[in-house]
């Protein structure tokens, strides 16, 4: 099982691109929104990759954080969405956006990306909307880790030296540090499930808070969730 390739970007395709590995090219199929934020050929870049294996071949697919990749190996499970839907609806909306359209059952956002109709959509949300819960979580668990871009070798090309972006900081900034909207959304999920709500209900009434508040912390999120799931007089 190949879980990561980290090395040179050596040219990029229309839906692929080349990493050159210590002399060995991989392959690795990519959404548009990842192929959008890749560096330039010849500059160093790391992906985690799903390896799918048919008789016809094996192909990687690369994605920039676990949680991408999670959601990836997730939508595969529904009837009739393969690796192409997977790609088109990571690549149009996102892990994020896409956890809060399964949760709150908005198919119709799912419908928007390419070649991704209304009958794939729903059956989308009708059968992973019970199963967001545990990858919206895992955001919180693994933050946006991404997957650690090298230093290379002028001369030879190997990796040598792991940094922690792919652009140097300038001075005086601070390292990027993981989304804090999506890790206020996990610990508002953790605390809703404490005070005994099913996830279901609680990533439903937790994504409808953080659309209504972009940016909200922790307790505002947990404070608005409580107020969506409050019995209606």
């Given at each position: 099982m190949i879980g990561r390739v980290a090395g040179r970007l050596v040219y990029r395709a229309q839906d692929h691109v080349l990493i050159d590995v210590r002399g060995?090219?991989?392959l690795v199929h990519v959404s548009d929104r990842v192929m959008a934020s890749l560096p330039r050929n010849g500059e160093a870049v790391a992906l985690f990759t799903e390896l799918q294996v048919r008789e016809d071949g094996w192909t990687l697919f690369g994605f920039p954080t676990l949680v991408e990749k999670e959601w990836h190996r997730l939508l595969l499970t529904v009837q009739g969405v393969g690796s192409k839907v997977s790609l088109a609806l990571l690549g149009a909306l996102g892990p994020d956006a896409l956890g809060r359209a399964i949760a709150l059952g908005d198919w119709a956002t799912l419908a928007r990306a390419k070649g991704?109709?209304?009958?794939t959509a729903q059956r989308v949300v009708n059968e992973l909307r019970e199963k967001a819960p545990g990858v919206m979580a895992m955001a919180g668990l693994v933050g946006?880790?991404?997957a650690t871009t090298h230093t290379?070798?002028?001369e030879e090309g190997d990796v040598v030296e792991p940094v922690e972006?792919?652009?140097p900081a300038?001075?005086?900034s601070r390292r990027r540090e993981p989304d804090g909207s999506?890790?206020?959304q996990a610990d508002?999920?953790?605390a809703l499930g404490n005070l005994g709500y099913a996830p279901g209900e609680a990533v439903q009434a937790v994504a409808q808070a953080a659309d209504a508040n972009p940016g909200a912390g922790t307790p505002d999120l947990i404070r608005a969730a409580l107020r969506l799931l409050a019995p209606k007089e």
């Open positions: 060995v090219g991989y991704v109709g209304p009958r946006t880790s991404t290379l070798d002028p972006d792919a652009a300038k001075k005086g999506a890790l206020a508002a999920l953790s």
